[in-house]
Every structure is written in structure tokens, then in C-alpha cells.
């Protein structure tokens, strides 16, 4: 069983400080800053279980993916409808001259 698949199963049926990281969990993560400068998975997972509240770590691999599915597109983020442009790097860098 890899990494990310043990951290899912710890994360949803245990309710362990486990964080599951995928390729959207990646992206979402390091445009966000919530990450910074992690080149693996494994650094993106230590960063994130780091700094994240533990007792909200199990949710926060769902609240990732559904953010970069539905509102942090890669293709075209929907900042105008995300509320969560105070703390976005990529939002901060992007929208430098009107904000
Ligand atoms: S502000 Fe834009 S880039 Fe930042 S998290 Fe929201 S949708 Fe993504």
C-alpha cells in the first residue's frame, strides 16, 4: 500500500492527523502558500501536518480537493467567487496593483 492510500485510510476512518497527498492536494496547496518551495508529496504532507491545526488535519486533504476542483481550478482559479483571497499567495501575487 503507497503513502497516500495508508494516509487516506488513517485520515477518513480513523480520524488520524494523517494528510493524504495527491497531485490536486499538491497544486492547491503550494498555489495557495500553504506549502512553499515542496519539490515531493512527502515534503507537502510534512509541511502541511506541520503547520495545520492536528485536530483538523483529517478533514483537510477533502477541503483541498473540493477547493481545487470547484473554485482552485488549475487551469483557471475562480478568485473573483473564493473566499479565501486574504490568504492566498497566488491571489496576493495576481491581483498586486488592484488590491
Ligand atoms: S484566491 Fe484564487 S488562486 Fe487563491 S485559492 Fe482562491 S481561487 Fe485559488
Not at 497516500?4 to 476512518?13: E, F, L, R, W
Not at 495557495?32 to 518551495?37: F, K, P, Q, R, S
Amino acid at each position: 500500500m503507497g503513502r497516500k492510500t495508508a494516509n487516506v485510510i488513517a485520515s477518513v476512518i480513523y480520524e488520524k492527523p494523517a494528510m493524504a497527498v495527491d497531485t490536486h492536494v499538491f497544486r492547491v496547496a503550494a498555489r495557495i502558500g500553504l506549502t512553499v518551495n515542496a519539490k515531493t508529496p512527502l515534503a507537502a504532507e510534512k509541511q502541511l501536518t506541520k503547520y495545520l491545526p492536528e485536530a483538523v488535519i483529517h478533514k483537510a486533504h477533502h477541503w483541498l480537493i473540493l477547493h481545487g476542483r470547484y473554485i482552485c481550478i488549475a487551469r483557471k482559479p475562480k478568485c473573483e467567487m473564493c473566499g479565501i483571497t486574504g490568504i492566498c499567495k497566488y491571489f496576493k501575487k495576481t491581483h498586486a496593483a488592484s488590491v
